[in-house]
């Protein structure tokens, strides 16, 4: 009876430790990180590709304020705010210095051009940042925290801050399957070029040499024209880009 006895009261003991212990790492999964006064901390921007992928950007700040700018192929189009908890926000800063996020690659060169490029900016203080581009072709860990940022973006309880216009109606005076591009140096435009024939993308002419602008045409049916723009403008090889417009003869003639 008496090694019975001195048994339960060990289940016990053990017992009482292990929930001791449980509620201890809940806990600490709660904490939060004192990051000073509001500021941006993660921005995630997610770009087009060939073909209906959602193009959207979120920014979260320290306090847990989080806005999302949807532009296509999303069920969020224009702006949105929510609130996140403060601890969700210091197990993702958390999770930037676990994975090593400062010390990464900033561009993780794509081996399949069709995919889209995600874009994530860590500012673990207000005077220092690191901007890391890629798509799947990334190391795991920076995948699992693209996951997790994706699953805040997509989630529910969003407030709605401004109601976005149809992205698909431009100004008359654009010419829709015209951009106007300048490439950034030491690029091969014709290889960039032939990598995106799928879009019909191809070369018209040179303008502007001195400022080295490149006038460049499209197919419409292929993709739309605000996506091969937005598509353009955030390639590491192009450092400007913008639709050719229609100007108005002052003297009323052709």
């Not at 690191?130 to 995948?143: A, K, M």
């Not at 529910?156 to 106007?180: A, C, M, V, Y």
């Not at 032939?194 to 080295?212: C, F, M, N, T």
């Not at 605000?226 to 353009?232: H, N, Q, Y």
């Amino acid at each position: 009876m008496k090694v019975y006895a001195i048994l339960m009261v060990l289940a016990i003991f053990l017992a009482q430790d292990c929930n001791n212990r449980t509620t201890d790492t809940s806990s600490s999964d709660n904490t939060t990180i004192d990051l000073g006064e509001k500021r941006v901390l993660i921005k995630l921007k997610k770009n087009p590709c060939f073909g209906k992928c959602p193009i959207y950007d979120m920014t979260i700040f320290t306090d847990g304020y989080v806005e999302f700018n949807g532009q296509r192929f999303t069920d969020k189009l224009g702006k949105f705010s929510k609130k996140i908890p403060e601890f969700v926000v210091a197990g993702l800063y958390k999770e930037f210095e676990a994975i090593g996020f400062m010390k990464m690659e900033e561009n993780f060169p794509s081996k399949l051009p069709d995919l889209p490029k995600t874009r994530i900016t860590f500012h673990p203080d207000a005077k220092t940042q690191r901007t890391v581009v890629g798509d799947s072709f990334r190391p795991e860990e920076l995948l699992a925290l693209d996951k997790k940022l994706t699953e805040i973006a997509m989630s529910e309880g969003w407030t709605l801050l401004e109601k976005k216009e149809n992205s698909d109606e431009l100004p008359d005076h654009f010419i829709r399957d015209q951009i106007i591009a300048k490439f950034n140096k030491d690029i091969d435009i014709p290889t960039y070029i032939e990598s995106h024939k799928k879009y019909g993308l191809d070369i018209k002419k040179r303008v502007a040499p001195k400022l080295d602008l490149w006038l460049l045409t499209f197919d419409t049916l292929k993709i739309n024209p605000s996506d091969m723009l937005l598509l353009l403008k955030d390639a590491d090889e192009v450092e400007e880009a913008e639709f050719n417009k229609q100007l108005n003869n002052r003297n009323g003639r052709n």
